[in-house]
């Protein structure tokens, strides 16, 4: 799909995912929160957006001139049907062009120098 990298919302569902977009910012988790903290202010060369809409998605982060999205994953990500539902929405962006990395809040919380190493390392090696 070749969409110009600003314009990534489908216009029919943009309204209702802009309102959930903007209450995920304003109640990010402590991880989201920390997350934002080492990616804000092209602080990695990049500039990274947060509670992104892409397609009918809200994405936690994303870098748009490397096609990348970062996803913060809680507990509930281990249950089956969120499993599923993680894995359509994953096809759905990969096959947009986009790559995918995911870290649970306690990779966030524990061991936040590891995150960025393995953000820099996907940074480094797009394939753009």
Known sequence: MNTAKYNTANPLTYGLLRENAMRNK???????????????????????????????????????????????????????????????????????????IRFTNEEILVFPEQVISKIKNELNNDIL
């Not at 990049?46 to 001139?65: A, H, K, N, P, T």
């Not at 999205?69 to 759905?92: M, P």
């Open 26 to 100: 304003r109640n990010p988790t402590e991880a989201e929160s920390i997350m934002w903290t080492l990616l804000r202010r092209k602080q990695l060369g990049v500039i990274f957006r947060r509670q992104y809409i892409i397609d009918e998605f809200i994405v936690d982060f994303v870098c748009l001139s490397k096609q990348l999205i970062i996803e913060v994953d809680g507990k509930y990500h281990n249950l089956a049907e969120q499993k599923e539902a993680d894995r359509i929405r994953e096809e759905r962006l990969c096959s947009m062009g986009f790559r995918i």
